[in-house]
């Protein structure tokens, strides 16, 4: 099993983070690691043997404080706590201001962010697909982080689809831009489109550039990560790339 370690700078060491990949796991065919190994598929929904999977989050759960607060993620701007959650419950982001309590996103070409409160007291964890991040998503999470107590926050930007693979409509460019909030962020998001010139009304979206905006619109500054792409590089599940595959998790917790 192979971990991703964010790297970012002057997060508090009683915070852990990661995120995994797709090798190294007990899933099969299109949930392998496509290369006709064992895959580490940890999403319970796409069709995969359920015994597969419990044997994936098995393995994962040997590096893990406590068993993570599973979402059923809905492409929305809900935030929970995970402290005090249920699993399975309906939502798209998490916080935890208690050790132990494991907050998880699962992705697939959709955007991963970790969130660290620089004091180590507050983490969060965003599931951003495009209509999330159109929806607020990151912005709700700094927010109820903020209600919670944290002040400067660090984001990570996992695996995600990159800028030379997110081919959109014109309807989400104009989703976008009637969303922003001033003539400038309509700007903003409008350079984070590059029209496809053989392809009237497409364009290559950065999910990357826009989670940045909206971070940077809720007053974080501290950005890292966000130099995967998901259906290039063939160490991750691809929706995208394969439409029948497995999913991903990043995970953050208080130690």
Same mark, same amino acid.
């Given at each position: ?13 009683? @915070? ?63 935030? @929970? ?175």
């Amino acid at each position: 099993m192979q971990l991703i370690i964010p790297d970012w700078a002057n997060v508090p060491k009683n @915070i852990a983070a990661i995120s995994t990949m797709r090798d190294g796991g007990s899933s099969l065919g299109p949930y392998g690691d496509g290369y006709g190994r064992g895959g580490l598929n940890l999403g319970a929904h796409v069709n995969d043997a359920p015994q597969a999977v419990a044997s994936n989050r098995a393995l994962l759960a040997a590096v893990l404080p406590a068993e993570p607060v599973w979402m059923a993620q809905v492409h929305g701007n809900s935030v @929970i706590d995970a402290g005090s959650a249920e699993i399975g419950i309906e939502a798209d982001a998490a916080i935890a201001t208690r050790p132990g309590v494991v907050c998880v996103v699962q992705t697939a070409d959709c955007l991963p962010v970790l969130f660290a409160d620089l004091q180590g007291r507050i983490v969060g964890a965003a599931h951003a697909g495009w209509c999330g991040l159109m929806a607020g998503i990151l912005q709700n999470t700094v927010a109820r982080m903020r209600l919670a107590g944290a002040a400067q926050i660090a984001a990570w930007l996992g695996p995600a689809i990159g800028p030379e693979q997110f081919e959109v409509g014109v309807d989400v460019l104009s989703a976008f831009v009637n969303a922003a909030q001033s003539t400038q962020h309509a700007e903003q998001i409008q350079a984070c489109f590059h029209p496809i010139g053989a392809r009237p009304g497409k364009y290559l979206a950065d999910i990357y550039q826009l989670a940045r905006l909206a971070l940077r619109q809720a007053g974080v500054q501290d950005i890292y990560g966000g130099g995967f792409c998901t259906v290039t590089d063939r160490r991750f599940y691809s929706y995208r790339r394969d439409q029948l595959t497995g999913r991903m998790a990043s995970l953050i917790w208080l130690k």
